[in-house]
């Protein structure tokens, strides 16, 4: 009885034992079906570069010839996009793709296919990459710098400090010593202190800006926001010790009411000096304003020695304005007409004079502003030698004189100026 019990027990064992074979087979018999499967050379040596609003891979393929595309995924799987290869040599071979990216972090997998798509090589998967936003950007800074301009040459002087992680710095700008002129692009190491660009002129842009990268494999670099210097003029004193009197002109009043109170004092840059005209000019035969029957306006002309192209004129008076220029002309030329009559000079009524000349302005001064009077003049920007003046009103005349009083006549001209905006 027990020979048979032990029987039984070894059938159901071995009954067992060829059913979890069966089970074991039917775990991969499915595959075993398929045949042997072939898979395509993987992508390899896979470099990720983050960038600005871009991210950009890079991989090598190997020599399977059966590779003709190549798929990338990311964003989980939601995003997809296929490269097709073009084998051009026997071997390793590069390939990559650039993609525009809002800011942020991605993940991205990768993988080889065939022409038909049924096959695919094993995925590289996990590949981390960044695109870099204008948010990142507003927080690099432009490294610091003063300007200043000297015979239309700008001079950007650099701060010794460079900011961290700063590669260089950056200038573009037109550069007017090429024909046609050209835009260029200038990059400025850390060590540079001094940079300076030629032949700079009003309405010009140079813009200034820092490069950065912020990994290793960043894409190019990314630059700082920019910073402007833009090329204006502001009016600047032209050189009034080469200001004279020009005394051939009829009409004009040329000499001065004594010793003390000579012409040039005006141009002598001391308020305490003064020019005041003769009361009258009374020798027509040296000219003088006898010949408007000793009335208004009174006239004198400045030799500039060179032709400027002023843009403002300003004067001071002196003991509390008297005698000081209320209403006036300006006129302007850069050659005098000689041989000409007395009447072609003539001020009480105009004279054919005023047909050669340019009429720079016509000033009236309002209130007691014993510091002085500014006018801007000239607005077509002509250039010009000779300036005569015409006075119609003073201040403080002095009943029964005919003549001016002024400590200090300053002629302006346009100065190059570097604005940073």
Partial sequence: MKSKILFIESLIALSAIIAGCDDVNSLHQ???DEGPRIYLGKPDSVIVKSGYKQIRLIWENNADVKITETLITYNFDRDSILIPFNRKKD???????????EPGDYIFDIRNLNSSRNLR?????????????DNYQLLLETRKF??????????IKWDYSVPYNC??????????????????????????????????????????????KPEQFFI???????MSIKIDFSSGLIDHTKCTQYIGIP??????????????????????????SSSPDVDPTNGGNAQNNYSFPLSFTVDLSS?????????????ELSQAPKKFEIWGTNKIEEGKPNSYWATTIPGAWQEDWSKLADCESHGDHQAGFKFEINPDKKNVRYLRILVYELFKPIPGNIRVGISELMLYKPDLVAIIE
Wanted: aromatic letters at 10%; a negative charge; glycine letters at 6%.
């Fill in 30 to 32: 499915k595959y075993l």
């Fill in 91 to 101: 071997g390793r071979q590069k390939d990559s793709l650039t993609l525009a990216l």
């Fill in 121 to 133: 090589s094993l995925p590289v998967t996990g590949l981390n990459g960044k695109s870099y936003g």
């Fill in 146 to 155: 003063t300007t200043s301009i000297e015979k239309n040459t700008l001079t």
């Fill in 167 to 212: 590669s260089h710095s950056i200038i573009r700008y037109v550069d007017r010593s090429q024909n046609p002129h050209q835009q260029v692009t200038r990059l400025i190491p850390n060590e540079e202190i001094k940079t300076t660009i030629a032949g700079v002129e009003i309405g010009d842009i140079i813009e200034v800006t820092s490069a950065y």
């Fill in 220 to 226: 190019d670099f990314i630059e700082s926001p920019f």
């Fill in 251 to 276: 009409y004009d009043n040329t000499t001065q009411h004594s010793g003390a109170y000579r012409f040039k004092n005006m141009f002598d840059g001391n308020t305490n000096t003064i020019w005041i």
């Fill in 307 to 319: 032709e400027i192209m002023l843009t403002h004129l300003e004067y001071i008076g002196w003991e």
